[in-house]
């Protein structure tokens, strides 16, 4: 098996996980619309929804659209508004290919975010704030499909979610381009100083911001804390299964890359667009339909560093010490890895004893490296996706978060969790090879209502949803998710999340073979 064939699986079978997480759950009762809801903006007034028990405003811009000479333009101010705006219902997500957003998207009128508030009277005290940044590969997603209703209320903050350019469209590079490889971070970082100047009006308070984000938007989190155009956009930080230390030359953890290759990836590019040759290849790529450049970017996207928004790769700011100096909030799932395993298997690609040794060597071509991981993770049975599924996992999230952790501690307040529900609610339709744990992106139902609709949960898997609620907004509002009626988080291990079993742990580094990883680099 090729490396390109089975990194075009990999790219599938992220996608097929994405897609079905956000549209196949059950369908929601709708909330029922109690009254209209009207907030001043700087940019003019927006009528939102009231729900019972809370507000929501949704599709407000916080940039300009980035169309015509604004494509590949750091965000521009949006244009203020006469009247009221509609802000009962999402805008559109930013262009993508299927996945996420069914049938994808083509619209390049997407900077908007959406505002999540409890209901009644305006509060004594302002409100602590949740910033999302959607995950996706930097390639699919939006701020829409995220209710976070139930964190608002529960928790009694505001929540905001956002859309920011992705794929070639938010981190395309090109000689001579400001804001190559950025373009997705800028939008960000726009997006949080809207939040700063307007949020306000929204009960929430403009010092108690906290960003967050899972996945692809856990490594923008990351990026951000290394950013040094982001000081003081943001007071905490909270990171899920996207670890700064992560891997870019692994094809399962989409990190940052330098901007040499950012800029080779955008030659080409713009060479299948037929805009190679151009005597003005931006100029040409301006002109270029949006469906022609999502059907020639890449499956993944990363953004570069070595750019003025991002001068060094994450991980080596983090490892020198240079990010902001803010609590952290970080964690991963107990079996990361299993989704994209279960994939590769169901596209013809099953591990056993005799093909492990293939499989090992087509994802770490090393040959020493490959050897050792056969030796570390033994296939004994015909079914080795568990196998496949934990060297994914360890490799790429759980040894990197352990490490990120250790180094973000060193500086700063740093609780670490692992989510291990091995029942979660399944993110795909259909019978997995095996069975998947607690795989990548499990515990966001917990958190969020997917696409709207809340998924089935068992009585102890609600009763874990609220307390992981309780901690991620404690967090938000004191620097410190413990609280009185919670189990105990302490800094000096992690904490285990499973069903009525909430507890600290010392052996997750020993059990995801994390002195393996540190040791072969």
Known sequence: MTTHRVLTTLGCALTAVLATAWSTAPPAQPARQTAATTVLTHDGLVRGAAHDGYRTFEGIPYAAPPVGRLRWAPPHRATPWSGVRDATRPASACPQPFGEVPGGSIDEDCLHLNVTTPAGAAPAHPRPVIVWLHGGGFTTG?????????????????????????????????????GSGTFGLADQQAALRWVRAEIGAFGGNAHHVTLAGESAGGYSVCAQLASPAAAGLFDRAIIESGPCTGRPD???????????????????????VGCGSAHDVMACLRRVHVSRLLAAQGTDQQPAYATPLLPNDPAAAIMAGRFHRVPVLIGNNHDEGNGWAAGIIQAGYPVTPDSWPDVAATFFPSPGQAKAIVREYPVHRTDGGPVFGAVIGDANFACPTARTESLLAAQVPVWR?????????????????????????????????????????????????????????????????NGPTLPHWTRQSVLSLAPDHIVPTRTAQSRHHCAFWDAIG
Request: hydrophobic share 40%; no cysteine.
């Open 142 to 178: 939006a701020g829409s499909s995220y209710d976070g209703h139930r964190m608002a209320t529960r928790g009694d903050v505001v929540v905001v979610t956002v859309n920011y350019r992705l794929g070639a469209l938010g981190f395309l590079a090109h000689s001579g381009l400001p």
């Open 250 to 272: 692994h094809p399962f953890a989409p990190s940052s890359v330098p901007l040499s290759t950012a800029r080779a990836a955008g030659v080409d590019l713009a060479t299948k």
């Open 417 to 481: 969790y692992e989510f291990a529900d091995e029942h979660a609610p399944p993110l795909t339709p259909g019978t997995p090879p095996f069975p998947l744990g607690a795989p990548h992106a499990s515990e966001l139902p917990y958190l969020f209502d997917l696409g709207g609709r809340p998924r089935d949960l068992t009585a102890a898997q609600h009763r874990l949803a609220d307390t992981m609620v309780d901690y991620w907004t404690g967090f938000a509002r004191t620097a410190d998710p």
